[in-house]
């Protein structure tokens, strides 16, 4: 109790108002008016007498003086305290800078013993995600600059085969958890599963794909991990403080933003399909098997997979547009549903397929399933052409790393012209047909020459 009276907070002084000899001209007592406690008399001269026991130092008096002939002062008990008070301060700061520095130790502790850069390889029925691969590739970047293993996280039922083809992508060490209760994708066990091997192994950086399952699990593993997450990086690099440096579109598109996780592990990243180029296969690389198991029972989860209904669409949906090597793209500038068969035909003379701008979609023109961009399909093809498309960068962010970029639309200064290869200024319904013609003009030829 004495001990609290004594940590009972000190109040600042305000100090006291005294008279300045000589300056006062008795103008009246207006600082006796102004005082609210009485702690002002007025002597023979017209002079304050200032009450010292009263005073509370709210400086009414001196800022009225009008000859400035009041000022305030500390009293020399008050100065006693106002040193204690500063010593006090110095002290709660010193403490306090302690305190960081000891945990910002602990944390820097932590941390290092994180080593390794994982990607988790996501398969349904046994067939691999592409875009696991791709995240091997721009892995083995990173690991390469921290100077440490690229490890994959294989999970599911019989898989040994999967860990020897994440080695033939470049991973040197995969840790498999293979149990009958992995054969289809549930959150929980595989959720469980990963933390487990973070606990033990304690990797500093964990890739998984940007799909439906990706996204699911990664959240739940961050969650579990309380580590930060990162989702659809469009690029990542490790800076010269060993943080890898994860970069998303951010506001709309409209901005890049570079996201870093400073004080957990792992640093955790989620990349759509396409992103990432596709590193080499090289088959006759080998890595170690690290075998695991989780400790639970089937009876232990309460989600049971009854059946498996395959959502693929059929029919013109079906198109794959984040696979294709030839894309044509049409936008508003095409200007009516009917216009995009002449898409559809300079597509079939290149063995490509059809897609559309977020702005075709809309209009009904296309199915949402052909659309490119950052809410669309991220594609990466041989030939991008971009039919009527602004370039908005909403949809730059989706194909901008395609091989070759054609943009045709008929104001030059068009965003689209920006990220071309090629550009046509013109009007894309006269061009279009031009282009598909001359291609079948060209194939005629040559089939009468090679005849
Ligand atoms: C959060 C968010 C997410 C988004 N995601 C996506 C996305 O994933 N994908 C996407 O595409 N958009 C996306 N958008 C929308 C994006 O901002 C643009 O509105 C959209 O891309 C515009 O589509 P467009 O280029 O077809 O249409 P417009 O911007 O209207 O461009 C039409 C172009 O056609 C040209 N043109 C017109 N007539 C002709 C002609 N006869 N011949 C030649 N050229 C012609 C015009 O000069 C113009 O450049 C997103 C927006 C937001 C806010």
Request: one cysteine or more; proline letters at 7%.
């Given at each position: 109790m004495e001990e609290r009276e004594q940590k009972k907070k000190i109040k600042k002084p305000r100090g006291v108002a005294r008279l300045i000899p000589g300056?006062?001209?008795?103008?009246?007592a207006l600082c006796q008016e102004s005082c609210?406690?009485?702690?002002i008399e007025m002597n023979d001269q017209g002079e304050p007498i200032i009450i010292v026991e009263n005073c509370?130092?709210?400086a009414k008096c001196v800022k009225v003086c009008p000859t400035e002939a009041l000022e305030m002062y500390l009293t020399p008990e008050e100065q006693r305290l106002l040193d204690e008070l500063a010593k006090q301060a110095g002290a709660k700061a010193v403490a306090e800078v302690e305190e960081v520095v000891e945990e910002e130790a602990g944390v820097a502790a932590r941390l290092k013993e994180y080593k390794g850069v994982w990607v988790f390889v996501e398969q349904t029925d046994g067939k691999p995600a592409t875009v696991s691969w791709e995240l091997l590739g721009v892995g083995a970047d990173l690991s390469k600059t921290l100077g440490v293993d690229l490890c994959t996280v294989v999970i599911g039922d019989k898989m040994e085969d999967l860990c020897q083809e994440s080695f033939a992508y470049g991973a040197s060490k995969a840790y498999l958890m293979d149990?009958?209760?992995?054969h289809h994708y549930r959150t929980e066990p595989y959720y469980r599963a990963i933390c487990q091997l973070v606990d033990k192994y304690k990797p500093e950086i964990m890739l998984l794909g940007a799909t439906g399952l990706g996204r699911d699990l990664a959240g739940a593993v961050a969650t579990e991990l309380k580590t930060g997450l990162t989702a659809d990086c469009t690029g990542l690099t490790i800076d010269d403080k060993r943080y890898l440096l994860q970069t998303r579109p951010a506001f709309g598109g409209n901005i890049m933003a570079t996201i870093l996780t400073?004080?957990?592990?792992?640093q955790m990243a989620t990349v759509r399909p396409h992103v990432m180029p596709m590193p080499e296969k090289d088959t006759s690389r080998k890595g170690e098997i690290i075998s695991e198991s989780l400790?639970?029972?089937?009876?232990?989860?309460?989600?049971?997979?009854?059946e498996v209904i395959d959502d693929r669409k059929h029919g013109?949906?079906?198109?794959?547009v984040a696979a294709a090597d030839v894309i044509v793209s049409g936008g508003r500038?095409?200007?009516?549903?009917?216009?995009?068969s002449m898409l559809e035909r300079l597509a079939d003379e290149l063995g490509g397929v059809v897609g559309s701008s977020r702005g075709a979609v809309e209009a009904g023109w296309?199915?949402?399933?052909?659309q490119v961009g950052q809410t669309g399909k991220t594609v990466r093809p041989k030939i991008y052409i971009a039919c009527?498309?602004?370039?908005?960068i909403q949809h730059l962010v989706g194909?901008?790393?395609?091989?070759v970029i054609i943009a045709i639309n008929?104001?030059?200064?068009?965003?689209?012209f920006e990220v071309a290869t090629y550009g046509i200024v013109g009007d894309v319904l006269q061009v279009v047909p031009a282009i598909t013609n001359r291609i079948k003009e060209l194939r005629a030829q040559k089939s009468v020459s090679t005849m």
């Open positions: 300056k006062c001209i008795a103008c009246g609210p406690k009485d702690a509370i130092g709210c149990d009958p209760l992995f400073e004080r957990t592990r792992p400790a639970i029972k089937e009876e232990d989860i309460a989600v049971k997979v009854l013109a949906e079906a198109v794959d500038g095409m200007h009516a549903k009917e216009n995009f296309m199915p949402v399933e052909r009527g498309i602004s370039g908005a194909m901008q790393d395609s091989d008929r104001d030059k200064q068009a965003p689209i």
